[in-house]
């Protein structure tokens, strides 16, 4: 007997044509998630991913955890790869089961007999290895309907393999394939969770963060880079991109009228940012906004906002709330990071009365005040990239 | 590396060379146990006992009231939980001070939660705790009066030497407990003439090395420990000995200068400060009068401590924010003083020590004069 992980692709089996596509870049993503645990060969048959560690001292659970994390996975779990022998698979069964057995008080048995030359069919099958586990687990009632614990057999073409129960993985699809896009990261709790929703579609990720010295901590910037590190364990490494800001919100702030200094400020972020994310061969721009949830958040605002980029600007937060939000940062671990103390993008600079209203022509005449064009390219220019591995 | 003006000594001290070559000393050389029965690991206790002595020289106390721990916080936790456990039986009734540091702060609100019942004593508006304020606050069910020397955010001396008198003017058994953490070294502590039956104290304040504290526990009194294991320190704190640690303690406690010439010293920097200061507009001082020569704590009006902090960084200039950085948050003590929240806004605390010369006061305050050139905030 040898043990196994088993992964179950999730949509990607509906992936007609392109599907070995898919499949190549999830094998990708695995092979880099379980990276330096332990020699393994990595197989697939079936709309299933075998992985075979090499070495019996292989640290399962740690490849679980990390496999959990990988986007475009249904469901896995570890196994028991047998002989396809029934006597074998009856053998094997009994010891290989035992602590799952242990911890529960119903079960059955599914079978799945891919190979059909087998010589026992499916029912036949399940009946023998209940029959078995009955037999030496005396507590154990079969229940076909609400089973504590499904045990699995599945007959396949070089080997049966044993497993009891098995795991959700992170569903989405595998980071890579839906091409890139820059969020815009500022420490707050929605843009890493932004972040996370759009690497769980397949999307790679870059990032874009402004920073303001000395408006701004060195430690916000240290914190953005954690909450990229918790990120990269769903997406891989993240690029960064991070912009110089204070002369440009200097000058706005000594140049345009108050009321719309944020609303300017943001219009400048996302030109630097359309930039930058061109020069990274980037297709859009990702932030954590949704609607209403500050004054530069309103529909009017947001319309202002994007009428500065010549790409699309995704928001997959926009209907949540902030409860919601959170929920999901804390499942992704970004929570605790988040609410660290460090200002993210200076409140030095948040008009009093901000404008929830504005129009874009006022914006626009706000702006023309001053020619802000040289300090842009001056902020693309200076923009210092590095790459954050996961934390 | 650029040289630092480091203008944050009650954050943390440099060490002092005395205190570097002792810890050293105790790793190259005397890195036995101290509990071990050879001779190698007796040369490691050689070095605790020693500096024990030192310490309890410079708290003119016997040597058996000294214990070791590993940091002012460890020693206040200690002092705090250990009190409250001995005494539980005459009452259930703590004094303390709204200004005490959180290691004091926690444990004595771990207690109220507990059932225990607190008075904490409001500092006036100059951050000063009043004598009057204390002897109304004992009762007699009072078991503990916990209590700083001196602030570490304004620098204000509490009138702990009179604790112990109010005590047995009311006829009170309650237990005495100092946190000397920010005075040790600066002021005179005699613990018998203070009357104290527990003193705090941390290396790392007066130029030894971070990992190393001292509970004082007058003779008689018997704490239960946090701690509990080989029995070290005689059982009140297991583990152990961090030997280099308290090498550089008891070597940064002599080599400290005369305390009298320190503070005037210390008084003239602080005082040249002060003159300096006068020169800015939108410049408060926070600090009491007759406060302690060490600390200054001064708002900025106008600019949030966090950004104006930032920028002193880029000229190699260490301070404190005394204010955390979101908005409406900010300094208790500040606070407690009853501060405007802009004045708890901008606030920035100096703290000295006898390596600060008036040339690091000097490229402060031209640092500072380039930050009246920054954005203010709408506070």
Known sequence: ?391 | MQDVIYLDNSATTKPCDEAVKAALNAMENCYGNPSSLYEFGMQAEDIVTDARKTIAKALFCREDEVYFTSCGSESNNTAIFGAAELLKRSGKHIVTTAIEHPSVLEPVLALENAGYEVTRIAPDKFGNISLVDIENAVREDTVLVTMMYVNNEVGSILPVEKIKSILQKKGSRALVHIDCVQAFGKLKINAPALGADLISLSAHKIHGIKGAGVLFVKKGVRLSPLIKGGGQEKGLRSGTEAVPAIAAFGAAVKALPDLNNSAEYLLKIKNYCLERLKAFENVVINSPENSSPYILNFSFLGYRSETVLHHLERYFICVSSGSACSKGKGSYVLREMGLNQSVVDSALRLSFSRQTTTADIDKFIDALQLALKLRKSNI
């Open chain 1, 1 to 391: 007997m040898k043990e196994i992980i088993l992964i179950k692709n999730g949509e990607l089996a509906l992936k007609g044509l392109n599907r070995m596509n898919f499949e190549n870049a999830l094998i990708k993503n695995i092979k880099t998630a379980i990276n330096g645990l332990g020699a393994t060969n990595i197989t697939r048959a079936q709309s299933t991913i075998t992985i075979e560690p090499v070495d019996e001292s292989y640290p399962f659970e740690e490849a679980l955890e990390r496999i959990q994390k990988v986007f475009g996975i249904a469901a896995f779990c570890r196994a028991a790869s047998v002989e396809k022998d029934i006597d074998v698979i009856l053998r094997q069964c009994v010891p290989y089961l035992k602590e799952a057995m242990q911890g529960v008080k119903t079960f059955k048995v599914e079978a799945k007999r891919a190979d059909k030359k087998f010589p026992l069919t499916s029912p036949e099958i399940s009946r023998l290895v209940g029959g078995e586990l009955l037999k030496n687990y005396h507590h154990l009632k079969v229940d076909v309907h609400n089973p504590e614990l499904v045990v699995t057999v599945e007959v396949r073409d070089k080997a049966a393999f044993i497993r009891a129960g098995q795991l959700h993985g992170a569903g989405g699809m595998p980071v890579g394939t839906g091409g890139r896009a820059s969020i815009l990261i500022s420490g707050g709790i929605d843009s890493p969770v932004a972040a996370w929703m759009m690497a769980k579609r397949g999307i790679e990720l870059d990032a874009i963060h402004f920073a303001s010295p000395p408006y701004t901590s060195i430690r916000a910037e240290q914190k953005v880079k954690k909450l990229l590190g918790r990120v990269a364990r769903y997406s891989g490494p993240i690029r960064i991109g991070i912009v110089p800001f204070t002369e440009l919100q200097q000058t706005i702030a000594d140049n345009c009228p108050e009321e719309y200094f944020t609303l300017i400020m943001r219009r400048m972020m996302m030109r630097i940012s359309e930039r930058l994310a061109k020069r990274r061969n980037s297709l859009a721009l990702i932030t954590g906004e949704s609607v209403g949830q500050v004054a530069s958040q309103t529909l009017p605002a947001l319309v202002t906002t994007d009428a500065v980029v010549n790409m699309p600007v995704f928001r997959p937060l926009i209907g949540m709330d902030k409860d919601e939000i959170i929920e999901i940062s804390r499942r992704i671990d970004t929570f605790e990071i988040s609410i660290e103390p460090y200002e993210d993008c200076c409140t030095v600079f948040t008009p009093k009365h901000p404008r929830t209203r504005p129009t874009l022509e006022a914006c626009e005449q706000a702006e023309a005040l001053f020619d802000f064009e040289p300090l842009i390219e001056d902020a693309v220019r200076n923009t210092v990239f590095e790459t954050i591995e996961e934390y």
